[in-house]
């Protein structure tokens, strides 16, 4: 078996620019603020890309998502089920950048499958 990427991090935030702007400050960061496929703060950390959505019901204020490297979203969620992780999710798409599905591991914590379409770019 070959050893999955860490793809993406998200920090999902009550106000994206306050957290955008704290962690520029903190770490030097850049950002930049998105409004498509939904509003969304991108921050370049120099190795591993973080993403900002707004605090939802998918997204709590306390959840820090690891998202791992997917060749097959499906297949993946089976085996988390099988394995005692909960499906959050289902696999959708986002915009043309790539498909995902959020699960829970068999401790609680949230984490994301993430798989790149041919056409579009990692998140």
């Given at each position: ?52 959505p707004d605090t939802s019901e ?7 998502i690891v998202y791992v490297s997917s060749d097959d ?51």
């Amino acid at each position: 078996m070959s050893k999955r990427s860490i793809v993406h991090i998200e920090i999902p935030a009550t106000n994206r620019e306050a957290g955008a702007d704290f962690y520029a400050k903190l770490f030097g960061w850049e950002f930049q603020h998105m409004n498509e496929p939904a509003p969304y703060t991108m921050l370049q950390t120099g190795n591993v890309g973080i993403g900002m959505p707004d605090t939802s019901e998918m997204y709590g204020p306390n959840d820090v998502i690891v998202y791992v490297s997917s060749d097959d979203v499906t297949a993946d969620l089976k085996q988390i089920e099988a394995m005692g992780g909960k499906r959050i999710s289902d696999p959708f798409k986002v915009g043309e950048f790539g498909e995902m599905a959020l699960f829970t591991d068999p401790t609680g914590n949230k984490l994301a499958l993430w798989k790149e379409l041919q056409s579009g770019g990692g998140q």
